[in-house]
């Protein structure tokens, strides 16, 4: 029985609470909401906190509501089942709804936030692995070793940013809103993500997401397209998010971002600004494809060769612009 | 360290003092002895351990017992109301839905929250319903058409679930 | 007494334990609580290959709450193996490691957590020796031995065998191909973890309860290994959570708990962890094959040469019986009057291979029906039509000196042809959709046991009293498929009750006769036709005591509905309970044996006694896929398979296994695969080691045919193993269908395919597959005379019949 490492166990009952019961447990603490991303690390001993505070009980961060500004606000400790059901988020931002729709398993959906699946830690096959299967192989440096075992020679961890809602919530334009000891803030989701995977997040340790504030609706089209070797449990080797803002027919704003390619969500802005003032047609979406397809370069660290990766993030580009632009995914051949 | 917690399970007031890092799945099967609930990797990697939470599926091996506090939780050991099997035990009795019988408890409950929130499931929608449970006996076929014929069964009426059932003759003065 | 019609046989009945089942009454061995009970757990290697400089247990020792800590030196200096010629496995290794995972201490402690952290204070001083991964760095390192023993170095056995001239077989040829092909291995992935409880009383008697598919053989084997009599151990198989050939070895965790037991004076219980259950394994070996075949312009064989190297891992395990089966059943589905064969198992630092359901034989059948339908398209013809005027014939022998009963092979084409609509659908699917079609053969119980001796290889006890009980007391073990209700089907029909009326108490070497076990699809038809005997030998007396009440003779008695009548009177009759108690009445206890062994049909010449079976069932399959040629990505979508399984006891049970069996060739063919980097198992985990969910299984369509076989119970033959076999290279076919591309090895992936549709794009074969084998003399063969087309002798012979 794989078990977890002793720890206490405090269930903050606010934000502030929380914020508080992290302050003053330091380093020694993490916080949990729905544990489905921390506890097996912790079972395979990547993460050993003496205190956990539990986000479990804090009513504040659970819900979606509009926001003053005309978009939506999710509560970080909202389910990803509920995320991917709520009729606004699959009316509006069909996007987040197939990638909350997209992680895991039903019973994971069920339990594991959207806020915990924006920080969800960085993945990589020789980190994802048993205690003593990492001490065979002397370590990582993403947790108890020296070097990077897929890069040796590098000086940075290149674990992969295997989050399924980020890409989207990039694309999209979200905000998250984060409070801390020295109170809240709001940044836009891509200043969380950090190019390293093992400090792959912005934010202090001590604080918190509370939610995530997406724009405004109006002519906005997004998709959410995963690669994986099975239809559930799986996490994303490929995720692309491609959001557009229609003005007519005509891109009025387009944002691509890549999931799983780096140890953050990769924008492929290049790609992007060739769709702008531009009507979606086959041949544009395919030089788009081409365009998205430079700045992924997978590593071999997760499920599938990078090389097949990397190759399918082309079909995969084209395969969500398609769809955006509502034409059949797949070319006729 | 201990935690002292006060679970509903199967209709029934348990207290148990239980290590805080204990799993839900290792306080029902070693503090608790339902040993009805299985487990396949702890991990969160195959839905052996599924377990009803507020009616809702989840991992066991995933879950603090001190999180499931003041909710109902359901084990496999729940499900029939004293030796009346819910419809789905029953179907899968009937159909050869358990070979051999590790996953089923899991799958079960899984089904019967389906069911709970959608009584005409299509075969589609069971699959992706049960798409966090391996089974690496049946092909899932044999499951997939004992949770077809339970819906069918409860919606005509034939065999309410037993606890709606209850339930429902509860609720009448 | 015959009977016209069967009550029970044939019948969709629930299984007898499918009620304990759905509540989560059923004990798995992890499921076992005892008081004072303590628990354990292995220390494993870290290194693939290295020597054993030292082991200190003392920091272990003295942590509170560890119990007992043991190591190879507290165990007799006895390797053991489930074969008698590999005996080359520790429980605890002494001197040398020689893969991740092999145990070397073993710990038990007050709790999961104490023991597992006591092994992490277990010293060990390793000095690391070259791995050997692959077939050919075990070849190319003869200098780095793995073991001291084996045919060659690193080469632990080597077979060659020839039935008849193949040479001139090709030159009558039309055509003769040579391919090369790649099956790659994988494993059971049983749900339930491995776990056993091991009891050492103070009067020196031990008791095991474990999730094991062979209660027999750990039983003999935890003898020999702890020096203990025979007399004085007690096996009990616990229910177990899916086997599938990864439960039938005696495993390090079983002994090491004895022993903890012992030493600790407690009941001590080990699961392994998902991890661990990687390491022990005793999957499907990787194998690498070539086969040369001749075949007439009307897709007639007329030769086969068929050469394999198997990847065996670290131990020997099955893996002589395993090198063979490579090798044995090319024979029994199509005539081919002349064959050879030659094989060879190599040791690597990697978890040893054994049997996964079909043993062997997966990967010479996708080598195989791959390759006819190659032929097919070559010679023009229609891959169905081609198989189907080839069949082997029934009542023969094959060139390997096989004996042949029924076939039902050439009805399963014409069923899933006709199902499948192959023939409106063939050439006619819109691009990308393919369509593929195998066929395959299987064992019905390997003919010979696993250690030479003239037993019985299953017994069954029914035993009935003044109550009306009946019992049905059986060594064999079930594991999922059923195989506890069938005995008690079987028993039920014979004595005229209801399945409800019989309990069947299994696998309990105190209690039950000796069974071989769960494995080569043996229990129906083995234990079966024991279970018939001894409720006959019991029906006999019944009819004895009823006739003399009825003043009748029993010949003209019937058992049915829970009576034993005059059969052209039914209303001269009593009930079942009171026949008992006028048996019990006049001839003392009711107790009565079964006991079946096989024909003695071996070939004579060394190997002959793998492969010959009572009979063989037959499975063909058709297979739809659509193959998305950007992403490459293979999606069956649907399956129709045609088994013949002889009789269906319960065609419920039979359609499960049957299904059963394509979900797990679908794995097989398009995911599963164990991946190891630097010596390390790459993915030992159910998140990544990946086995279809309800997602990527299509609705498969189960068609059984029946024709009752003289040597099944009732006629039935077997249905658990024998449906995996034409899966896989239905899949392969059918993707070359769809997208003219020949992935010549498993799994097949989204990533060979796209490799290999660019190949066609660029104008070349798009085949994509291993090009070369290895460099590898094989000695002169053994020249046996082909037994092709001689008659069948001594069906339906039983001994201890009398």
Redesign the interface.
């Known amino acids: 029985m794989m078990r977890l490492p002793p720890f206490r166990y405090l269930a903050a009952v606010s934000v502030a609470d929380a914020v508080k019961l992290m302050a003053d447990h330091g380093p020694d603490a993490m916080l949990v909401a729905g544990g489905t991303d921390l506890y097996p690390n912790m079972k395979r001993r990547q993460f050993e906190p003496a205190v956990l505070v539990g986000l479990r009980g804090v009513r504040d961060l659970v819900g979606v509501r509009p926001a003053a500004s005309g978009g939506l606000v999710i509560g970080a400790g909202t389910t990803l089942t509920a995320v991917a059901r709520d009729p606004q988020v699959r009316s509006d931002y069909v996007g987040l709804a197939l990638a909350a729709g997209a992680v895991s398993t039903p019973q994971l959906r069920n339990m594991g936030t959207l806020g915990g699946n924006v920080c969800l830690d960085t993945r990589c096959n020789y980190y994802n692995q048993s205690y003593q299967w990492r001490k065979a192989v002397n370590f990582c440096m993403k947790k108890d070793g020296e070097i990077c075992l897929v890069a040796p020679g590098s000086p940075r961890c290149w674990a992969v940013s295997s989050s399924d809602t980020a890409p989207v919530l990039c694309s999209l334009g979200a905000h998250v809103r984060l409070a801390g000891p020295g109170g809240e803030r709001t940044i836009p989701i891509s200043a969380l993500y950090r190019d390293d995977g093992i400090d792959y997040l912005t934010k202090q340790p001590g604080e918190i997401v509370t939610e995530i504030v997406l724009p405004p609706a109006d002519g906005l089209r997004s998709v959410y397209l995963k690669l994986r070797r099975r239809g559930s449990f799986d996490f994303p080797v490929l995720g692309v998010a491609a959001t557009v803002r229609l003005d007519g027919e005509t891109v009025r704003e387009a944002r691509i971002v890549l999931g799983a390619v780096a140890s953050l969500p990769r924008e492929a802005p290049e790609a992007a600004s060739l769709l702008v003032g531009q009507r979606l047609t086959p041949e544009l979406i395919a030089r788009a494809a081409d365009a998205a397809y430079r700045p992924a370069k997978p590593l071999d660290n997760t499920d599938f060769g990078h090389p097949y990766r990397k190759k399918m993030t082309r079909v995969y580009v084209a395969r969500a612009l398609r769809r955006l632009a509502g034409l059949p995914e797949v070319p006729e051949a | 360290?201990k935690?002292r917690l006060s679970l509903r399970i199967n209709g029934e007031e348990r207290d148990v003092l239980a290590?805080?890092?204990?799993?839900l799945l290792?306080v029902l099967?070693e503090d608790l002895?339902?040993?009805?609930?299985?487990?396949?990797?702890?991990?969160?990697?195959?839905?052996?351990c599924?377990v009803l939470v507020g009616g809702?599926?989840?991992?066991s091996?995933?879950?603090?017992p001190?999180?499931c506090q003041g909710v109902e939780i359901k084990?496999?050991?729940g499900?029939?109301r004293g030796h009346e099997?819910h419809p789905l035990?029953q179907a899968?009795?009937?159909?050869?839905a358990?070979?051999?019988?590790?996953?089923?408890?899991g799958i079960?409950l899984?089904a019967e929250a389906l069911l709970e929130e959608l009584p005409m499931p299509t075969r589609d929608e069971?699959?992706?319903?049960?798409?966090?449970?391996?089974?690496?006996?049946?092909?899932?076929?044999?499951?997939?058409d004992a949770v077809e014929l339970a819906a069918l069964r409860m919606r005509q009426g034939e065999m309410p679930p037993p606890a709606s059932r209850a339930e429902a003759e509860g609720a009448r003065p | 007494m015959k009977k016209d019609a069967f009550s029970i046989v044939g019948q969709s009945l629930p299984k007898i334990d499918a009620w304990a089942k759905v509540v989560g009454d059923t004990k798995f061995a992890d499921d076992l609580l005892m008081s004072r009970m303590a628990h354990g757990k292995l220390l494993r290697s870290p290194h693939p290959h290295a020597l054993i400089k030292r082991i200190d247990a003392t920091r272990a020792r003295a942590l509170p709450g560890v119990y007992a800590v043991i190591t190879g030196q507290d165990l007799p200096r006895v390797k053991f193996g489930i074969l008698p010629v590999s005996q080359d496995e520790e429980a605890l290794c002494v001197d040398k490691v020689r893969m991740v995972g092999d145990p070397v201490a073993a710990v038990a402690a007050v709790d999961d957590e104490t023991a597992e952290r006591a092994t992490h204070l277990i010293d060990v001083e390793y000095e690391p020796l070259r791995p050997l991964m692959s077939i050919e760095d075990s070849l190319a390192h003869p200098e780095v031995r793995i073991h001291e023993y084996g045919d060659r170095p690193n080469v632990h056995k080597v077979v060659a065998l020839q039935f008849g001239d193949v040479d001139s077989a090709f030159a009558r040829a039309d055509l003769v191909r040579e391919d090369v092909f790649f099956f790659e291995g994988n494993t059971h992935l049983p749900m339930e973890q491995h776990s056993a409880v091991a009891q050492w009383g103070p009067d020196g008697k031990l008791t095991l309860w474990s999730s094991t598919q062979t209660p027999h053989y750990v039983h003999r084997l935890l003898s020999k290994i702890l020096d203990v009599p025979p007399a004085h151990i007690r096996v009990v198989a616990a229910p177990v959570g899916g086997g599938f050939g990864g439960k039938l070895d005696p495993f390090a965790h079983e002994i090491a708990a004895c022993r903890l037991s012992q030493v600790c004076g407690r009941p001590v219980k080990i699961t392994l962890t998902r991890e661990e259950v990687f390491y022990v394994h005793r999957g499907r070996h990787p194998v690498l094959m070539w086969i040369k075949t001749g075949f007439t312009r009307d897709g007639a064989i007329t030769g086969m040469h068929f050469r394999s190297w198997l990847d065996g891992g670290a131990y020997g395990s099955y893996g002589v019986a395993s090198t063979f089966y490579t090798g044995a059943l090319q024979t029994v589905t199509y005539k081919i009057p002349v064959y050879k064969f030659e094989g060879a198992r190599v040791f690597t630092n990697k978890p040893p291979c054994g049997p996964k359901r079909g043993h062997g034989t997966p990967q010479p059948r996708f080598a195989m029906e791959c390759q006819i339908d190659k032929a097919a398209e070559q010679l023009g013809l229609d891959p169905a039509d081609m198989r189907r005027r080839n069949l082997a014939e029934p009542y023969v022998r094959t060139a390997n000196h096989l004996t042949v009963t029924t076939i039902g092979l050439g009805e399963c084409i014409d069923r899933v042809v006709e199902a499948s609509g192959w023939r409106q659908k063939r050439g006619s699917l819109p691009p990308g959709k393919g369509i593929g079609i195998a066929c395959s053969a299987y064992l019905t119980g390997a003919g010979t046991a696993i250690y030479w001796n003239d037993m019985p290889h299953s017994g069954v006890v029914v035993r009935a009293d003044r109550s009306g009980l009946v019992a049905v007391l059986s060594g064999a073990t079930d594991i999922g498929q059923g195989s506890d209700s069938v005995l008690a089907y079987l028993v039920a029909e014979v004595l005229g009750i209801e399945p409800k009326d019989i309990r069947v108490h299994p696998a309990d070497t105190d209690l039950t006769p000796v069974d071989l076990g769960s494995y080569s699809s043996r229990v129906t038809l083995m234990a079966g036709n024991a279970a018939i005997q001894a409720a006959e030998r019991l029906r006999a007396r019944l009819f004895e005591a009823v006739a003399r009440k009825l003043e009748t003779t029993p010949d003209r008695l019937t058992a049915a509905e829970r009576r034993v009548f005059v059969a052209d009177d039914p209303e001269r009759g009593v009930d079942f309970a009171q026949a008992v108690v006028l048996a019990e009445s006049m001839f003392g206890v009711l107790a009565f044996p079964g006991s079946y062994a096989p024909p003695k049909r071996a070939g004579k010449y060394k190997g002959g006694g793998v492969g010959p079976s009572p009979c063989y069932s037959y499975s063909a399959c058709v297979v739809e896929v659509d193959v998305d040629r950007e992403t490459g990505k293979v999606t069956p979508t649907e399956v129709w398979i045609a088994h013949d399984v002889g009789r269906a006891i319960n065609p419920l049970l039979v359609e499960g296994q049957v299904e059963g069996s394509v979900y797990m060739g679908l794995g097989e063919v398009l995911m599963e695969e164990q991946v190891f980097r630097d010596g390390m198992h790459k993915i030992p985990s159910l998140l990544e080691y990946k086995s279809p969910t309800t997602l990527e299984t299509p609705e498969i369509h189960t068609i059984l045919v029946e024709g009752a076989d003289p040597e099944g119970p009732f006629g039935a033959k077997e249905a658990g193993q024998g449906p995996l076999l034409p899966v896989i290279p239905a899949v392969a076919n059918a993707v070359h269908d769809a997208v003219g591309v020949r992935i010549d090895e498993t799994p097949i992936t989204p990533e060979k395919v796209v490799k290999a549709l660019e190949s066609l794009r660029q104008g070349k074969s798009g085949r994509l597959g291993p090009e070369r084998v290895p460099v590898f003399a094989f000695p002169e063969p053994r020249v046996v005379e082909s037994a092709f087309g001689l008659p069948a002798e001594g069906i339906a012979a039983r001994p201890f019949s009398s």
């Open positions: 360290m935690t290590d805080t890092h204990k799993t290792e099967r002895h339902l040993t009805g609930t299985k487990h396949g990797c702890e991990l969160g990697e195959c839905g052996t599924t809702t599926p989840v991992l091996c995933l879950a603090l001190i999180e084990t496999v050991e499900m029939a099997l035990q899968f009795v009937e159909l050869g358990a070979q051999c019988g590790y996953c089923t408890p079960l899984t069971i699959r992706h319903a049960l798409a966090g449970n391996l089974c690496r006996c049946t092909g899932y076929t044999k499951i997939l």
